[in-house]
């Protein structure tokens, strides 16, 4: 997957919410940084020689562990890059694909054993944050300035879709996570399904009103959503902030500024929600969903829309329909009166990749992210995996399946409007449960507007006094 939230990383998959907690980052630095004395010293990286097809200095037949989260991208692609890795440096990687990334981590971390090259997605990951304000993440710059393995007069920055360096960042100019997927996110639909009942997707809050109540004469939901996980629907949420007041206001939600949610644009975006959990325009029973039952009711034809990223199209291929023909649409709005247009999009590189300081082989780690960067391996992703990546330009000459081709589209169509809110991967633990918490009530009818933007906005406020919670700030 994906989401991500990353998102997915979001992002994202295997938490019930109030159930299993994401760490924060005291609890994370905690374990972290428990060990304390000599064993907290960087390992020295064994040695390789450097040369044009070696560039990082990989030393040849060195162990390397890798521990990738297995959700819905699965880890074949993993496998298949490490199989590369295998064959030219006369090794075999240590393979461990697992859904509960933090769990099985965090006393890995705190016991200064880490494996050297992990996928930490999932819900359950590790506080990426954290590890790197704490420098237990190794500084991916000199993978960026190494050459890429198929035009070696080309930088791997170079190749990398804008943002995806920035992405992996926090509050500092070095990368600690190379977001491997590019991620569309969006509310998902059959086109097969608006053909059918003469549908169009909806520019407004307005015209997703009227579109509910035509839905919900047909029988069918407006929306499903999963309410274990009801951070997903943030996905639209969060960014309907800034298409409706723009970027600043979602960089002041992400920055913990005083009463950034007390303003317009979210109160117009938060009462949309509380309109349509009043119409009762959610589908029965989603606030028991996990996003796979969520995915399932949808493509049942139970509900038109689903909140979703473009990992979608592989995670509930199970039960699409072959002619579901998937779409996803922009973000909607207030209308005229937003500061973004109709077609601006939620979209961010996901699936963050991150290699251990205190690993064995950390340079390996760095060169197994070089080999999944070339055009071959990039290849298999989309081709398999029906997803992006964060490489410019390749899914060029690629088959695209129809949601791949949507998310391509809408990318292309929003140009230069292009949100993604960072309180997702800054805070994740003020998103995914205290926010997401409010959500579900707000989704459920038990709260209204006014008292989601007052909970929520105490608790931006709490979480920026917290001294034991790192901040970050948008430059």
Request: aromatic share 8%.
């Amino acid at each position: 997957m994906g989401s991500e939230i990353n998102r997915r990383d979001a992002i994202k998959r295997a938490m019930a919410i109030g159930v299993v907690a994401i760490p924060s980052a005291s609890v994370l630095t905690a374990c972290a940084t428990s060990s304390g004395g000599d064993s907290d010293k960087k390992k020295p990286a064994p040695a390789g020689t450097k040369s044009a097809s070696n560039p990082l200095g990989v030393k040849n037949g060195a162990p390397l562990e890798a521990f990738v989260f297995k959700g819905g991208f699965g880890d074949d692609y993993i496998k298949a890059a490490e199989a590369q890795y295998n064959k030219t440096y006369g090794t075999t990687v240590k393979h461990t694909g697992t859904q509960g990334i933090g769990p099985k981590l965090q006393p890995r971390f705190a016991n200064n054993t880490p494996p050297d090259f992990m996928d930490n997605s999932g819900a359950d990951n590790l506080d990426t944050a954290a590890l790197a304000k704490e420098n237990k993440l190794l500084d991916l710059t000199p993978l960026l300035d190494a050459p890429t393995i198929d035009d070696p007069s080309k930088k791997v920055r170079d190749v990398l879709i804008a943002g995806t360096v920035e992405q992996g960042q926090f509050g500092s100019q070095q990368m600690y996570a190379l977001n491997y997927a590019f991620t569309v996110y969006g509310s998902w639909y059959s086109n097969k399904l608006f053909k059918e009942k003469g549908w169009t997707y909806p520019q407004t809050f307005d015209e997703a009103v009227a579109l509910g109540a035509k839905a919900k004469a047909a029988g069918i939901a407006l929306f499903t959503y999963p309410g274990k996980y009801p951070y997903y629907v943030h996905f639209d949420m969060f960014h309907q902030f800034g298409k409706v007041g723009g970027k600043d206001v979602l960089n002041a939600i992400d920055d913990l500024e005083d009463g950034a949610l007390q303003v317009d644009a979210v109160k117009q975006v938060v009462e949309y929600y509380e309109e349509l959990a009043a119409k009762k325009l959610f589908l029965t029973g989603s606030e028991g969903k996990t996003h796979i039952q969520m995915q399932t009711d949808w493509t049942k034809g139970k509900a038109a829309l689903v909140a979703d990223g473009s990992w979608v199209e592989n995670e509930a291929a199970p039960t699409m329909p072959k002619d579901f023909d998937l779409a996803v649409g922009p973000l909607v709005g207030g209308g005229p009166s937003d500061k973004l247009p109709f077609g601006t999009v939620y979209a961010a590189a996901g699936e963050p990749f991150i290699v251990a300081a205190n690993g064995k082989n950390p340079t390996g780690g760095m060169e197994l992210l070089r080999i999944m960067l070339s055009k071959q391996q990039t290849d298999n992703f989309t081709n398999t995996i029906k997803s992006l990546t964060c490489v410019s330009g390749s899914s060029e000459g690629l088959t695209l399946t129809p949601g791949l081709a949507s998310a391509s589209a809408a990318l292309k169509a929003a140009g230069p409007n292009v949100l993604n809110a960072r309180i997702q991967d800054w805070y994740k633990k003020l998103n995914n449960e205290t926010l997401g918490n409010l959500t579900a009530k707000l989704l459920t009818g038990q709260i209204k507007a006014a008292q989601w933007i007052e909970q929520a906005q105490k608790a931006c406020d709490d979480t920026k006094k917290d001294s034991s919670v790192p901040k970050f700030k948008h430059v």
